[in-house]
């Protein structure tokens, strides 16, 4: 790779393996490149939506609202499970998002304390132009791998996690028919 991207993950793991005899530096070599690739598509979602005028936290609340399915509508308390933010945090991030018109917030008739946001139209056309973007610039960025390459890297990741899954449960997923946490 080029100098952006260089590899330096073998060298880092055989450091900490000096420190730490029991790293395999193989399994630990895989594992610290699929932090890195998750911290590459972390920051390329963010640098989609910045022409927005959104930060990756904004991001990740219009995510969220979206994929909770229609009507789109979640608790400040809701958002902060699912984002790992404080209320306050949200709150805060929602006043911002609400001023741009992505999202809407009314009083809860059931509980007059909680002021849930809604995903607006805008809201939901903005999301789904930064997905639009971010599925486009991975294709770039991938397709960069010869096919069959990059076919055996998806049966390989696929197999990684059959095993996770087969020793730690399902992994949390973004679903249009579920939430994690309904409090």
Request: glycine residues 6%.
């Amino acid at each position: 790779m080029g100098k952006r991207g260089a590899d330096d993950t073998d060298a880092e793991v055989e450091s900490w393996r000096a420190m730490v005899p029991a790293i395999d530096p193989v399994v630990e070599g895989v594992v610290d490149r699929v932090h890195q690739i998750s911290k590459y598509l972390d920051f390329l979602a963010t640098e989609i939506a910045a022409p927005h005028g959104l930060n990756r936290a904004d991001y990740e609340i219009l995510a969220r609202l979206f994929w909770i399915g229609p009507p789109h509508r979640l608790t400040p308390k809701q958002l902060a499970n699912g984002t790992l933010s404080p209320a306050t945090t949200i709150t805060s991030r929602l006043d911002r998002l609400e001023k741009a018109g992505l999202v809407v917030r009314e009083l809860d008739p059931s509980d007059r304390r909680s002021l849930p946001a809604t995903l607006t139209d805008a809201g939901r056309t903005i999301f789904l132009d930064i997905v639009a973007g971010q599925a486009q610039r991975e294709k770039d960025l991938f397709t960069a791998l010869p096919g069959v390459d990059l076919e055996n890297l998806r049966d390989l990741l696929r197999q990684v996690m059959e095993v996770l899954a087969g020793e730690l449960g399902p992994a949390h997923r973004r679903t249009r028919l579920a939430l994690d946490s309904k409090e």
